[in-house]
């Protein structure tokens, strides 16, 4: 089994429409993190999350919000759909414990295809 | 802000050598992350540098001078399944927050 999971893994909808992406993991890892990448650009971060209580804006949160229901879960929503939110979406984990020596590897899921019409 | 910039494409043959370099410019340097995206795919971790000199690992080898901004991974004895974007990523400041570059994408020939 994958190490972390996103859901759907495609997803269709129509402007205005609120849609949610979910992101599990079985890492144990404490940090999670969502990113956007669209051709031409980097991975653009829109959120993350130090562990269960704790939610912090990245570069574009603009459109976006974010729930971290459990360690484990990390869910990005998309409130009222854009076409410009079109896109592929990654979550991504990383373990507090690698801090004690520096790395802190981030680990990345399948990704999310959005289409937003 | 950050900047960081590679090349968007590059070509090379099958048992080659290539060098994929990456300037960057942040207020900030804490760790230099270089990771491989197939098209479609997650992207996934290659190396890791935070101090100047080579980490190598396989065919695969990372370089990093902070003075100069500056990082190169080295890919040898280049195999079809090398075709991808290669992405460098910079991170700053604590709190592990990366920021990307836009990717040099590989394509190896016969």
């Known amino acids: 089994d994958a190490d972390v999971t996103q859901t759907p893994r495609n997803r269709i909808t129509k402007t205005g429409k609120r849609i949610m992406l979910e992101c599990s993991q079985t890492?144990?890892?404490?940090?999670m993190y969502w990113y956007r990448q669209d051709p031409g650009l980097g991975l653009q971060l829109i959120y993350y999350?130090?562990?269960?209580?704790?939610?912090n804006k990245g570069e574009i949160s603009d459109g976006y919000s974010v729930s971290r229901q459990a360690q484990a879960k990390f869910s990005l929503s998309l409130e009222s759909a854009i076409p410009n939110q079109t896109a592929l979406y990654f979550c991504?984990?990383?373990?507090?414990?690698?801090?004690?020596?520096?790395?802190?590897?981030?680990?990345f899921g399948p990704g999310t295809r959005l289409l937003v019409l | 802000g950050q900047n960081i910039d590679q090349p968007t494409e590059m070509t090379a043959t099958e048992g080659a050598i290539v060098q994929i370099n990456c300037t960057y410019q942040?207020?900030?340097?804490?760790?230099l992350f270089w990771y491989q995206q197939h098209a479609g795919e997650a992207p996934t971790f290659l190396s890791y540098?935070?101090?100047?000199g080579l980490e190598e690992k396989g065919r695969f080898s990372s370089f990093l001078s902070r003075s100069k901004g500056y990082s190169y991974l080295l890919l040898k004895e280049l195999q079809m399944k090398d075709s991808a974007s290669y992405l460098c990523?910079?991170?700053?400041?604590?709190?592990?927050?990366?920021?990307f570059g836009t990717g040099t994408q590989l394509k190896v020939e016969l």
């Open positions: 991504a984990t990383s373990d507090l414990a690698e801090v004690l020596w520096c790395q802190e590897t981030q680990y």
């Open positions: 890492k144990g890892h404490d940090r």
């Open positions: 999350s130090f562990d269960v209580k704790d939610i």
């Open positions: 942040t207020s900030g340097f804490n760790g």
């Open positions: 540098n935070v101090l100047d």
């Open positions: 990523a910079v991170r700053t400041g604590g709190g592990n927050k990366l920021t």
